[in-house]
Antibody, heavy 118, light 107 residues
Framework: QVQLQESGPGLVKPSETLSLTCTVS????????WDWIRQPPGKGLEWIGDIKTSGSTNYNPSLENRATISLDMSKNQFSLKLTSVTAADTALYYC????????????WGQGTLVTVSS | DIQMTQSPSTLSASVGDRVTITCRAS??????LAWFQQKPGKAPKLLIHRASGLQSGVPSRFSGSGSGTEFSLTISSLQPDDFATYYCQHYYGYPWTFGQGTKVDIK
């Protein structure tokens, strides 16, 4: 089981950049993908994107090229940056991981709430 | 994008009931489907991977079936701990998308 913990500011101003970090206890595992998922208050889940240990990334086109996911293996962390945020980006943000080809996320962080407001 | 549609949106049931939730994909996804359970204030919990694979530690009263475009999650005998919201998610090509959720509440 992989332990994950999100961290970052809980409040971001409109038009600014949301930055979150996920710390991976025990370090990265090869052939896993490392994902960000969000959930607006009272609503459903939206997959944001992922990064593999190779460094390749995939994003949800719904975010219109505003998301960037990066990996820092020396710190056992992966990060999400979301630019030009609006109130619609207010959500509980989760990091999650799974072996490539597993077909499901067995491991999740506890989530961190980010509110976009001036 | 592949759209995932769950039915029903809400399901009222009693302890001991057999419960089935359906998830339909807008195009074939083979067996690239997972089911999650989410309780208020908690992260989703993986129940089923690859459509029918029971995740380690998940009670055997949960089962998944289906392939192609039609899938189902069945709880054979609903327990008090099972009242929650359930989501399906496909993994067949990016972007991965979730169903809108099915809330199982007490009748």
């Amino acid at each position: 089981q992989v332990q994950l913990q999100e961290s970052g500011p809980g409040l971001v101003k409109p038009s600014e950049t949301l930055s979150l970090t996920c710390t991976v206890s025990g370090g990265f595992i090869r052939n896993y993908h490392w994902d960000w998922i969000r959930q607006p208050p009272g609503k459903g889940l939206e997959w944001i994107g992922d990064i593999k240990t190779s460094g390749s990334t995939n994003y949800n086109p719904s975010l219109e090229n505003r998301a960037t996911i990066s990996l820092d293996m020396s710190k056992n962390q992966f990060s999400l940056k979301l630019t030009s945020v609006t109130a619609a980006d207010t959500a509980l943000y989760y990091c999650a991981t799974a072996p490539e080809g597993y077909g499901g996320f067995p491991d999740w962080g506890q989530g961190t709430l980010v509110t976009v407001s001036s | 994008d592949i759209q995932m549609t769950q039915s029903p949106s809400t399901l009222s049931a009693s302890v001991g009931d057999r419960v089935t939730i359906t998830c339909r994909a807008s195009q074939t996804i083979s067996n690239w489907l997972a089911w999650f359970q989410q309780k208020p204030g908690k992260a989703p919990k993986l129940l089923i991977h690859r459509a029918s694979g029971l995740q380690s530690g998940v009670p055997s009263r949960f089962s998944g079936s289906g392939s192609g475009t039609e899938f189902s999650l069945t709880i054979s005998s609903l327990q008090p701990d099972d009242f929650a919201t359930y989501y399906c998610q496909h993994y067949y090509g990016y972007p991965w998308t979730f169903g809108q959720g099915t809330k199982v509440d007490i009748k």
